[in-house]
């Protein structure tokens, strides 16, 4: 051992050491001892079939003997000793590998470097006796008990951070001091990072497809993306916009979205801007966090936000024209004002007709053989109908001219207009004398059938314009016409008029309608249903009234999805209306139905949008699966631990969640990923090393809380069935939360037996009644800064529903009562409210606690235990089972009682 020399600096003039061809960074396998030499070495990155390439340096600017010495460092800046160590014929048992190079040819090629993979047991152990060499190294004095200390915390810091599937290349040059050993080092060169081939990690970053290429500026719209291998902890999706702004932002998605590690199902975030006129395009790809790779980018479009989107307010702001220009400019009628009038030429309105009041009301709307109606003018279409008919029968002469046949035809037409013309006539004649609009609308009513050119019949432009006495007045007389189905007429955007009565809020007309026999069942472009753009619209009311009137239809409409395979429960918990949900619930609706795309539940949905409060209505007031499992297998619970919530991972194991239920997505790579040119089978030890990070080290908890039995048990089960056990991922496997985490440990250890009922632990779990809810509602319903419920509610982790209850009528007393849902416990509740400062509301939850313990005191004393509480009771042993009977003399009422403060 000799004196420790400082590397000599790298400059322009003196000697330095160059990496001429880097290491091949994909496609090399790391391989563990029990499996043998590698298949060949570590090939160069530019390395080709036929023309093999290798790691390669060179000393520059130095002529003479030199050893140069390769070892594994981590990816991490600065770079540290790594765990792996290199084999192969140059390398020595420490794990480096040493090549002499010089005096003419100062370029050092490894041509046979391979990657020795260390197993978990023994990392600890390796990790050490490099650091120890590394001290050691060019120093003659043994290593002192503060030093070893030092090493042994270092390794253990080492172990938690060290990625096991990337190493490094670290080439140092030592050259000859005055002695002629080799100890004035070079400065080292790091290489680009080697993935080891079966990690996730290791393939190239690719986008192969994505199902939509365009989405709204303020984001959130579903996007499915295929992609080749990635690794769900270590990938995100990136947007950017390539110029001086420098914008960037990632879909939102948790590791239950990533698909058997090739597909992401994300939602797109919001634009920078969120008021743009045009479209504008911007890039996203993929990148991983860790490493910084970055596939190749594709184009994304933000259109703007079209705040109608059923087109309803651009019809409303449409610019109507004046009544004039109907007529040509001149008066209505004609006049002398020039311009034709409406039923001749020239000028004079004047009709010469005699006025005659018609047949009476009920005669117009009677559905006679014609549907023009029975006014005196009908005299006249009779006998035009009559000269036509004979005029058939009657065969022309030969030699009658064709003028003549034409002068025939032109009078027949002229007959009918004026036949037309006396009937409109009479019919305005009568709304004079009535007032009543549906004279004229009877005799027009063959045109209530005509559309504009957006597909709007008078009966969709009413609603849209809200002229609710004029759709009064189009129903009466449209429900006459026979054999038409003008009612159910539906635009250019398949709505038909009830479905824009639904969108317009206007419950009266919805019921109208549906007494005018409008079909209910009809569906929009969109396959929503009238349910639907209910729910959407966000009206209670007329959700209500659809239920009411629907009768037999409800039931086919609660389990009838949109084309987004969305059921109307699921657009309830969309839109957060837990008064829409209960409704539905009510009617019929299944709470735990799947939609179509995913099979999520509505407490799958709820979850994934981050809503306690609608979770813990969901689980506690109506009853929902609290272990419903979408198609990949995926739980609430799983869901919830993905996105990293504390509060709703709580509440959900509250629940009875399970906290040990596996998806459908196996932990381990499945058998046709290996590779082909593997001749060995795979060790144990090397499945863990290859796990995907954190569940090689869930795994190790799981063993440190004794639950081996279990895992061993399924191991047995599954080996007697002849199959290979394939574990799926739990909740634990999916979070990066570490509040999550442990709260998931805790709960995993404790088990489902641990959970006391709710009288075993009293003062613990949160119940306020009606007198309490009401006071503390009022107090922190003042608008005092740091006091108010905005406060109370991030005390309490619950900031997630500060948005969902600000525009309620009281956002206290809904906080308090998903605090209360959600099982919050009462002395957190106690110690934020004292941190606040608001001793009035401590009082008055400690005067009800005191209240409750005496309540429970007194019940103690009158049991026929004696004096023993349910919780001495519970810790001293007893069971219920060895609990003496109740007596025969007491009364079967007090049995009873006795028999439920037991169970």
Not at 346 to 371: K, Q, R
Request: hydrophobic fraction near 35%; aromatic fraction near 4%; charge should be negative.
């Amino acid at each position: 051992m000799v004196e420790h020399k400082e590397p000599l600096m790298e400059t322009a003039e003196g000697p330095y050491l160059l990496i001429i061809e880097q290491p091949k960074q994909r496609g090399f396998r790391f391989r563990y001892g029990c499996e043998g030499p590698s298949h060949g070495g570590l090939p160069g990155a530019s390395s080709e079939k036929g023309r093999k390439t290798y790691p390669t340096v060179k000393i520059c600017n130095y002529v003479g003997l030199a050893r140069i010495e390769v070892d594994l460092v981590t990816h991490s800046d600065p770079p540290r000793v790594h765990a792996h160590s290199l084999v192969g014929k140059q390398c020595n048992e420490a794990g480096n590998c040493i090549v002499t190079v010089g005096p003419k040819d100062m370029t050092a090629q490894f041509n046979n470097l391979g990657v020795l993979h260390v197993t978990k047991k023994n990392m600890m152990e390796i990790m050490k006796e490099k650091l120890k060499q590394q001290k050691l190294r060019n120093r003659s004095q043994l290593l002192t008990d503060s030093e070893v200390r030092e090493i042994e915390v270092e390794a253990k810091e080492l172990k938690k951070v060290m990625d096991l599937s990337i190493v490094r290349l670290r080439f140092t040059a030592y050259l000859r001091d005055s002695s002629g050993n080799f100890t004035l080092a070079l400065n080292p060169v790091i290489s680009d990072p080697i993935h080891d081939s079966k990690s996730p990690g290791a393939s190239n970053l690719k986008i192969s497809r994505m199902d939509k290429t365009a989405g709204s500026v303020r984001g959130g719209d579903e996007v499915y993306l295929l992609c080749d291998k990635v690794q769900k902890d270590d990938i995100e999706v990136r947007f950017y916009e390539d110029d001086e702004n420098g914008w960037q932002a990632f879909g939102d998605f948790s590791p239950t979205d990533v698909h058997k590690q090739y597909a992401i199902v994300f939602r797109t975030p919001p634009y920078h801007k969120p008021k743009i006129d045009r479209p504008v395009t911007v890039f996203l790809q993929l990148k991983r966090k860790r490493g910084g790779d970055v596939s190749d980018s594709k184009q994304f479009t933000y259109y703007p936000m079209v705040e109608d989107k059923e087109e309803v307010e651009r019809k409303r702001k449409k610019v109507l024209p004046q009544f004039p220009q109907h007529f040509g400019g001149g008066s209505h009628m004609g006049g002398p004002g020039g311009g034709t009038g409406g039923f001749g030429s020239g000028g004079g309105g004047n009709l010469s007709y005699p006025y005659a009041s018609g047949l009476p009301y009920n005669s117009i709307y009677s559905s006679g053989p014609h549907p023009m109606g029975s006014y005196q003018g009908g005299v006249q279409m009779t006998r035009a109908n009559k000269m036509e008919e004979e005029g058939a029968e009657r065969q022309l002469p030969a030699e009658q001219s064709y003028s003549q046949a034409l002068q025939y035809h032109a009078q027949l037409c002229n007959m009918r207009i004026l036949a037309l013309t006396q009937r409109n006539a009479h019919a305005l004649l009568d709304y004079s004398v009535t007032a009543d609009p549906r004279m004229l609308l009877a005799v027009q009513r063959h045109l209530a059938a005509s559309q504009d050119e957006n597909g709007d019949t008078p009966l969709h432009l009413a609603i849209i314009h809200e002229q609710t006495a004029v759709i009064k007045q189009l129903v009466e007389v449209i429900s006459g016409v026979p054999n038409q189905q003008i009612i159910n007429m539906a635009n250019h955007l398949q709505q038909t008029p009830l479905h824009l009565a639904v969108i317009t809020k206007q419950p009266q007309v919805v019921q109208l309608l549906l007494q005018a026999r409008a079909d209910p069942t009809l569906l929009d472009r969109y396959g929503n249903s009238l349910l639907h753009l209910a729910l959407q619209a966000g009206d209670e009311e007329v959700l209500k009234m659809l239920l009411a009137h629907l009768g037999a239809a409800a039931l086919c409409l609660l389990s009838t999805p949109n084309y987004q395979g969305l059921l109307p429960v699921h657009v309830a918990v969309q839109v957060k209306s837990l008064a829409c949900l209960e409704l539905l619930v009510r009617k019929g609706a299944d709470v735990n139905a799947a939609e179509r795309q995913g099979g999520r539940s509505p407490l799958h949905l709820a979850v994934e949008m981050d809503n306690l409060n609608m979770a813990a209505h969901l689980v506690k007031k109506l009853g929902a699966d609290i272990n419903a499992r979408t198609f990949a297998g995926n739980t609430p619970l799983h869901l919830a631990a993905g996105l990293g919530s504390p509060t709703l991972t709580k509440m959900l194991i509250k629940a009875g969640a399970d906290v040990l239920c596996e998806n459908d997505e196996p932990v381990s790579p499945s058998p046709s990923s290996s590779e082909a040119s593997s001749d060995v089978d795979t060790d144990p030890e090397e499945q863990e090393g290859h796990m995907e990070l954190g569940e090689a080290d869930m795994l190790q908890d799981l063993d440190d809380m004794d639950l081996g039995v279990t895992a061993g048990k399924r191991s047995k089960e599954a080996g007697a069935s002849g199959a290979k056990l394939r574990r799926g991922h739990t909740p634990l496997d999916l979070t990066r939360s570490q509040k999550v985490r442990e709260i998931l440990l805790r709960a995993t250890k404790q088990g489902p037996e641990s959970e006391l009922p709710a009288v075993s632990r009293p003062g613990n779990i949160l119940s306020l009644d009606s007198e309490i809810l009401q006071g503390l509602e009022q107090l922190l319903n003042q608008d005092r800064g740091g006091s108010d419920w905005t406060e109370l509610a991030k005390r309490l982790g619950l900031c997630s529903l500060v948005e969902t209850f600000k525009d309620t009528s009281s956002p206290s007393r809904s906080l308090l009562l998903s605090y209360e849902l959600s099982g919050g416990s009462l002395s957190s509740l106690l110690e934020a409210l004292d941190s606040m400062g608001l001793s009035e509301g401590v009082r008055m939850l400690r005067k009800a606690e005191t209240y409750n313990k005496l309540q429970s005191t007194e019940l103690k004393e009158d049991s026929a235990y004696g004096s023993q509480s349910v919780d001495e009771e519970q810790s001293s042993g007893l069971t219920p089972k060895q609990c003496p009977p109740a007596s025969a003399e007491l009364p079967s009422s007090l049995a009873h009682s006795q028999q439920q403060q037991v169970h």
